[in-house]
């Protein structure tokens, strides 16, 4: 019990650090890009903002497993779910308003006409951006090394988009150097690219998130149970929830029974099960605990029981 909560919880403390740094980047991207009247690094900004959203949801699809409505393992809410719809709306509004200001401001750049506004670049917002970006880097980084140390699928997928951002935002700051330098027309320019490079982002965020937004059941507990039995060892199979679609990402817990003689392989026969599961139905995330009380498995099937403070979790 106490190894699969040490290492849920340095996952959900990760992820809260994480979540508090990319939305001090966000604060700091949106502060210049409106100070520098930049639309480049606004709608960078609002790429960030998508990174931000991910790691919210990753974060709360970790600490999922400890909400005891019994309705919810592994899927989100409703609040979580309208905030997805929110933020398709806002990144639909903001990305309409910057492409449009942004083909105005190229249009009167390449005819070399007055722009509807002037942009402000100064070697001190490019250091302090180059900081913000570093500290992305280096956050996307040690978050990698955490995934492979903790075998966080969700950490290693968050710091792929937190890395991605930071590279994006590499080639806004050297285009912004080009604006700098007199090169108007490359802000513009860069906004309009960045701005669907987001749009792309945003499906792949969602797609990615579709299966933790799912809060139907994905696999038929019996069938479940079934699967698990037939690894040897096990006796019994409880309190079985599984959320996601099948054949994209399908989340499991469940509690399992050993017989005494293979209290000792537990490790070992979460594996198996948890192969076993994966052969079958495909990507998969597996919770399974090891309960060493044979009479709490009176009923099998029982979905929605608390969970039991003396169980051995894998």
């Known amino acids: 019990m106490a190894e699969a909560y040490s290492r849920r919880r340095a996952i959900h403390q990760v992820l809260l650090a994480t979540l508090w740094l990319t939305l001090l980047i966000f604060a700091v991207k949106v502060w210049a890009g409106w100070a520098a009247k930049s639309l480049s690094l606004l709608a960078e900004s609002v790429h960030t903002l998508i990174n931000g959203f991910s790691t919210l949801l990753s974060l709360l699809a970790v600490t999922s497993p400890h909400r005891t409505s019994g309705r919810e393992v592994w899927g989100h809410g409703r609040l979580e779910s309208i905030g997805a719809l929110f933020l398709v709306a806002l990144l639909g509004f903001s990305s309409l308003s910057l492409l449009g200001g942004a083909l105005k401001q190229l249009e009167a750049s390449t005819r070399n006409a007055a722009v509807p506004f002037e942009v402000s670049i100064n070697l001190p917002l490019i250091q302090l951006l180059g900081v913000a970006i570093a500290i992305g880097i280096c956050l996307a980084f040690f978050e990698r090394y955490e995934a492979?140390?903790?075998?966080?699928?969700?950490?290693?997928?968050?710091?792929?988009?937190?890395?991605?951002?930071?590279?994006?935002?590499?080639?806004?700051?050297?285009?912004?150097?080009?604006?700098?330098?007199?090169?108007?027309?490359?802000?513009?320019?860069?906004?309009?690219?960045?701005?669907?490079?987001?749009?792309?982002?945003?499906?792949?965020?969602?797609?990615?998130?579709?299966?933790?937004?799912?809060?139907?059941?994905?696999?038929?507990?019996?069938?479940?149970?079934?699967l698990a039995r037939q690894v040897e060892g096990v006796t019994h199979c409880y309190r079985i929830q599984s959320r996601g679609i099948v054949g994209r990402q399908v989340f499991v817990e469940m509690y399992l029974v050993l017989h005494p003689e293979f209290l000792g392989a537990a490790r070992v026969i979460a594996e198996r099960v948890e192969g076993t599961i994966r052969e079958r139905y495909g990507p998969v995330q597996t919770i399974i605990h090891i309960d060493t009380d044979q009479s709490s498995a009176e009923n099998p099937y029982d979905s929605l029981g608390a969970n039991n403070t003396n169980d051995k979790p894998r």
């Open 148 to 226: 492979r140390v903790l075998e966080s699928a969700a950490l290693r997928l968050n710091a792929n988009h937190i890395l991605q951002d930071a590279w994006l935002s590499v080639v806004v700051l050297i285009g912004l150097v080009g604006v700098w330098r007199g090169y108007v027309w490359l802000d513009p320019l860069l906004a309009i690219i960045v701005i669907f490079v987001a749009i792309r982002s945003c499906w792949r965020v969602l797609n990615w998130q579709l299966p933790l937004l799912v809060r139907q059941v994905a696999i038929a507990p019996e069938i479940l149970a079934q």
